[in-house]
């Protein structure tokens, strides 16, 4: 946007946006609004759309505009214009009044709040707030006190770590002043709920932030009255939850600090007197409010839960153990931590004091998994209900070591043989027993057997539910059945039975396939039949990922078949999802998705027919998956071509290529000049960098031999036109791909837009550095790949940078290894060349962009890059570093000083002397936190 559009302009743009029909207008005009919030121009757009406050809809975009633009793009504003913003923003927040909307205020007080907390000029921004609106407009005012603790710790802001220290010395030291003005709000609003709710959400702010120090606390009248709000079960609920959340914000901040004694056992007894509030509540089925206790109690736990687990002896548990009646049947979060610290502290002795409490936790979780007993059928998978049970699932097996796994196989076996009990009793002891299964010891003979008797003799007026539990509890005993195969065929049997019953056809395969992965020794005989069900998969009622499933399972039988047999078998297997695939190329039939009619329901079974037949070859005979492979692959390419502008076909279709390529190995050599011709082609006609990848793959399996090599390098050079096309920013068709260096912008939005062509661009690319070095370094491709990696560096995407982190990995890793080899000289050479030319820029750039861009968990790879160009040549790495150090900004928009210089000596220090990777990602996260 070169010039500021007229206002009018944009309260049209505003009124297209919320009010035109055509949907067509309405993403021109918010194309067009983001364009202006994007500009420079917004800023006085902004003010004075506030200051002419013609509608709600104008106003909220104003508001939102201007609390963007100071979190984002503050840097765009000259220091002297910031005390008349500040004035600017006071103004408009001085007029809001009981009429305007919740969320324009929301947003000017976050804008506000942003800025003091930028805008180092402003020396006492808390005590001016509170003298300016602390008598006059009380709701502004706590609305500006609560979210500025919270931005405090915003990533948008970029305040830096020293400016966050500097702000929360200035928080700390204000805490009282703030403390004084929320009680002075509690007893001026005491019969007002709205007034409570606002006081206590400001309060929890700054407690989370652990501005107030915990000395403060302990007699503080807030921290009182929300004990007396939670004390009552019958307050009103929006009073009681901001209540609870301040608790809770108390309760974590006491578990981060060291408190006395008294304060810990005060606020403990205080919690522990909420149980009456929660049977209360419970009693009266107020949901909100039980789950509210529920939270408290479980952060209680939480904060205690060190000193549980380490000052408590098989003789003196501590005191605060008793809370864990309390939250056995709400957590699952602490269970797991406790469940992690036992394990790894391995002491027979501490987990003997928890085993009661584990005990009754799996009673009581067991009670919370039954159905309904009116429930019909079986669990959906969107069912909230469901998505518990699996949490419960996750957590019986992460805590049933410490009462032992056959004990509660046994207890709940116990459960079910209990006079008159119920079905839903006992689909839900099956449920537990299912979560326990895998870990039943194989030779076990007391309790097993009569579980697995009483499954296949389940009588036909079982409920629907008992018998899918059933089911899936048999494929969980896979491993007890693999060393009892006198029970596979009865089981078998049974399974089959289940395949044709819509309800239990998806449990019945899924049970199959990890049967036949954990007894395939025991499965040769049964083949033929698992072929015939293969046949028949479409007439069962199961979903697609349970047949996929399932072809795994006889996939992997497959591969230990005898060897005469396997080529006949592959090929009977691989023809049942060829053939609708023929029948698919020669009509003109639509595609729907997840259909026959789809060629990816029948790509995705080929592929894992490929990826899970494994036999073993002896040298120098022919794979006798190698035929078959041969024979399927003109339907593949005619796929192919037919489906070229689908890139999700495509996607799968290369999936299913790779693995047939794995398959077989080397002996596909025959393919790989139709392969890679065909994929050239359509690689330049539609830029799928599925195409890329499965380049990737060919360069993995041939290019380490030398007659191949040319061929795929060849295959390298006509992708690279149409990739660096695509990835330009600006576009400029016509440019040649290897000479210039201004294709690519820093992460612009050509290599922004396009992260898959990026991610499999570099992963090819490293795949030639690993297989032929040499003729890769040499070819012409190299200069303008390193220039398009050299602008990556910077891209956000976790996959495409990093592919682009490991391509540099390993470009200086074969320049520097394996001097046992002829040609390493000459590779030296090579990247000693590349580096010379390059290595200040991507230093540069790979510091910029662990400060500006990168996600900190992305660093990692980022070091393992600086660590192997320091390796390589550490002279001129020094040299660099010293550059790309003093060119960095030491002060930010706001005037607050980002980096001292000592802290630039420090890192510098730090990233010389480092000796490994992590010492380098230590340091850069270290240092990036001063930018953030």
Request: aromatic content about 8%; glycine content about 4%.
């Amino acid at each position: 946007m070169e010039s500021s559009p007229p206002l009018e302009t944009v309260y049209q743009a505003i009124y297209t946006l919320n009010h035109n029909p055509d949907s067509a207008g309405k993403e021109k005009a918010s194309q067009w609004l983001g364009a202006l919030q994007r500009s420079v121009f917004a800023w006085k757009v902004a003010d004075e759309m506030l200051h002419q406050k013609r509608d709600l809809e104008s106003c909220y975009f104003a508001a939102q505009t201007m609390r963007t633009k100071i979190q984002l793009s503050f840097h765009e504003l000259p220091p002297e214009s910031h005390i008349s913003l500040r004035d600017s923003l006071i103004e408009h927040i001085s007029q809001v009044n009981e009429q305007t909307n919740t969320i324009i205020v929301t947003q000017l007080c976050l804008a506000l709040a942003d800025l003091a907390l930028l805008m180092a000029q402003w020396q006492k921004p808390l005590e001016d707030l509170i003298k300016r609106f602390g008598q006059s407009n009380l709701w502004p005012l706590l609305e500006i006190l609560t979210v500025l603790p919270e931005e405090v710790n915003s990533r948008s802001l970029r305040l830096g770590a020293n400016r966050r220290n500097d702000v929360m010395g200035e928080l700390k030291s204000s805490s009282k002043m703030v403390s004084e003005c929320l009680k002075a709000c509690l007893s001026n609003g005491s019969d007002n709920p709205t007034m409570h709710v606002k006081v206590l959400r400001c309060f929890t702010s700054w407690v989370s932030i652990q501005a107030i120090s915990l000395s403060e606390i302990s007699n503080n009248l807030i921290v009182g009255h929300a004990f007396h709000i939670l004390a009552n079960h019958q307050a009103p609920s929006g009073v009681h939850e901001a209540a609870t959340d301040c608790m809770c914000a108390l309760l974590d901040c006491m578990c981060d600090r060291q408190c006395e004694k008294e304060l810990e056992v005060q606020v403990f007894s205080g919690v522990l007197a909420l149980e009456e509030g929660y049977h209360l509540s419970v009693a009266q089925e107020d949901t909100e409010k039980s789950i509210n206790y529920c939270r408290i109690f479980t952060e209680l736990a939480e904060s205690f839960f060190d000193k549980i687990v380490n000052e408590s002896s098989e003789n003196k548990p501590h005191y605060a153990v008793k809370i864990l009646d309390l939250v056995a049947e709400i957590t699952f979060n602490l269970w797991f931590r406790l469940s992690e610290v036992l394990y790894q502290k391995n002491c027979i002795s501490l987990t003997a004091v928890f085993k009661p409490y584990i005990e009754r936790l799996i009673t009581a979780v067991c009670g919370h998994c039954q159905m309904e007993p009116d429930h019909e059928g079986i669990l959906e998978d969107s069912d909230d209900f469901y998505d518990f049970r699996v949490k419960v699932s996750e957590l019986i097996k992460d805590v049933v070591f410490i009462v032992g796994s056959s004990n509660c196989f046994r207890q709940m076996f116990l459960h079910l043989q209990s006079p008159g009990v119920t079905w839903d009793s006992s689909e839900a002891a099956l449920f537990i027993m299912q979560a326990v299964a895998k870990n039943i010891l194989p030779e076990e003979k007391e309790v097993v057997p009569k579980v697995v008797e009483a499954i296949l003799n389940l009588p036909e007026n079982t409920h629907v539910a008992v018998r899918h539990t059933s089911v899936l509890l048999l494929g969980e005993l896979c491993e007890w059945i693999e060393n009892h195969s006198e029970t596979l065929e009865p089981i078998l049997n049974f399974l089959l039975y289940c395949l044709h019953k819509p309800m239990l056809a998806t449990a019945a395969a899924n049970s199959l396939q990890s049967i036949c992965s954990a007894c395939s020794d025991h499965m040769g005989v049964h083949f033929n039949g698992l072929v015939q069900i293969v046949q028949s998969l479409d007439n069962f009622a199961i979903s697609n990922d349970a047949a996929i499933g399932l072809l795994k399972g006889v996939a992997v039988i497959l591969g230990g078949l005898p060897p005469d047999e396997i080529q006949r078998a592959m090929k009977q297997l691989c023809w049942i999802q060829v053939t609708p695939l023929c029948e698919l190329v020669e009509t003109s039939v639509k595609t729907e998705k997840g259909t026959k009619t789809d060629p990816v329901l029948w790509l995705d079974r080929l592929a894992t027919i490929f990826r899970h037949t494994s036999p073993v070859v002896e040298n120098g005979k022919i794979h006798p998956c190698q035929p078959v492979i041969t024979e399927i692959w003109p339907v593949l390419s005619n796929i192919c071509t037919k489906y070229q502008a689908d890139s999700r076909i495509m996607e799968r279709c290369c999936r299913c290529l790779r693995f047939a390529i794995r398959c077989v190995g080397k002996q596909s050599l025959h393919l790989l000049e139709p392969l890679v011709k065909q994929i050239v082609t359509l690689y330049q006609q539609n830029q799928h960098s599925c195409f890329l990848y499965m380049g990737s793959i060919l360069v993995d399996e041939y290019a380490a031999d030398p007659t191949c090599t040319p061929g795929l390098l060849a295959m390298l050079q006509a992708f690279l036109e149409p990739t660096f096309a695509l990835l330009e920013d600006p576009p400029n068709q016509g440019s040649d791909p290897t000479v210039g260096d201004t294709r690519f912008s820093a992460a612009g939005l050509g290599l922004k837009n396009h992260p898959d062509t990026v991610d499999d661009l570099f992963r090819l690319c490293a795949r030639f550095l690993q297989r032929a070095p040499v003729p890769f370094l040499q070819s012409p491709a190299i200069a303008p790949i390193v220039r398009c990696a050299l602008m990556a560096c910077t891209l956000e995407h976790r996959d495409a940078n990093g592919s682009v982190m490991k391509f540099f990995n390993d470009l200086f890793y074969c320049g520097r290894n394996h001097e046992e080899r002829e040609d390493f000289e000459l590779r030296r050479n090579l990247v000693q060349r590349l580096i010379m030319d390059s290595g200040q820029v991507l230093l540069n750039n790979l510091i910029h962009a662990s400060i500006f861009c990168l996600h900190s968990y992305m660093l990692s790879d980022v070091a393992d890059v600086i660590m192997e160009l320091m390796l390589f040549n550490r002279m001129a790495f020094f040299q660099w570093l010293e550059v790309t150090v003093k060119s960095l900004p030491t002060t930010n928009a706001g005037g607050s000083v980002t980096v001292t210089q000592k802290q630039l000596a420090d890192f510098h220090r730090l990233l010389t002397r480092s000796e490994g990777s992590k010492d380098v990602t230590h340091a850069l996260r270290d240092f990036a936190l001063l930018y953030r």
